[in-house]
Antibody, heavy 121, light 107 residues
Framework: EVQLVESGGGLVQPGGSLRLSCAAS????????MSWVRQAPGKGLEWVAN????????YYVDSVKGRFTISRDNAKNSLYLQMDSLRAEDTAVYYC??????????????WGQGTLVTVSS | DIQMTQSPSTLSASVGDRVTITCRAS??????LAWYQQKPGKAPNLLIY???SLESGVPSRFSGSGSGTEFTLTISSLQPDDFATYYC?????????FGQGTKLEIK
């Protein structure tokens, strides 16, 4: 059974930093692209970032470029999101997600339960 | 960026009804579209990928269709467990983008 367990969320002041972690189990972590998706309170889903199996490719939504960094440690079956220069609009539940790739497409197929990040003074 | 627009935003229906949710893309995305179901306080759950492929374990009353810019999610006979919010998402190009969601409510 696929398990994705996020941690590291909490309350942080504007301009501060936070590092989210996602512990993966139940599948061969090093074989999958991984993703972070967020959801502001009462709002819809917003894709944040993707990372390739070996970490050699990373993609971000424009609103977090230069502030957030996605990374992974395949030896520890872990995904990370380093969030710097946090703003109030970054307040959201952050989901770790697995990406399934066929020969022709890659899409999110499994999600963690999420960790809440609140940016407020 | 590719904009995804769902309609309606809210849908009221009864158990046993057949319902359809529409998702439109601002440009062609071929069939690179997924549908997710989300219940309050829970993570989303994959229902449909590649516009019309049913995810393993998802009941057959869910179906997806469409290609290019217009897509639909159909639930053939609503069950009590189906009342939730549904999102479409394109994965043809970065940034991946989601529709704003359709909340399916009990009439």
């Amino acid at each position: 059974e696929v398990q994705l367990v996020e941690s590291g969320g909490g309350l942080v002041q504007p301009g501060g930093s936070l590092r989210l972690s996602c512990a993966a189990s139940g599948f061969t972590f090093s074989s999958y692209w991984m993703s972070w998706v967020r959801q502001a309170p009462g709002k819809g889903l917003e894709w944040v970032a993707n990372i390739k199996q070996d970490g050699s490719e990373k993609y971000y939504v424009d609103s977090v470029k230069g502030r957030f960094t996605i990374s992974r440690d395949n030896a520890k079956n872990s995904l990370y999101l380093q969030m710097d220069s946090l703003r109030a609009e970054d307040t959201a539940v952050y989901y770790c997600a697995r990406i399934r790739c066929s020969r022709t497409s890659c899409y999110i197929d499994d999600w963690g339960q999420g960790t809440l990040v609140t940016v407020s003074s | 960026d590719i904009q995804m627009t769902q309609s309606p935003s809210t849908l009221s229906a009864s158990v046993g009804d057949r319902v359809t949710i529409t998702c439109r893309a601002s440009q062609s995305i071929s069939n690179w579209l997924a549908w997710y179901q989300q219940k309050p306080g829970k993570a989303p759950n994959l229902l449909i990928y590649d516009a019309s492929s049913l995810e393993s374990g998802v009941p057959s009353r869910f179906s997806g269709s469409g290609s290019g810019t217009e897509f639909t999610l159909t639930i053939s006979s609503l069950q009590p467990d189906d009342f939730a919010t549904y999102y479409c998402q394109q994965y043809t190009s970065y940034p991946y983008t989601f529709g704003q969601g359709t909340k399916l409510e009990i009439k």
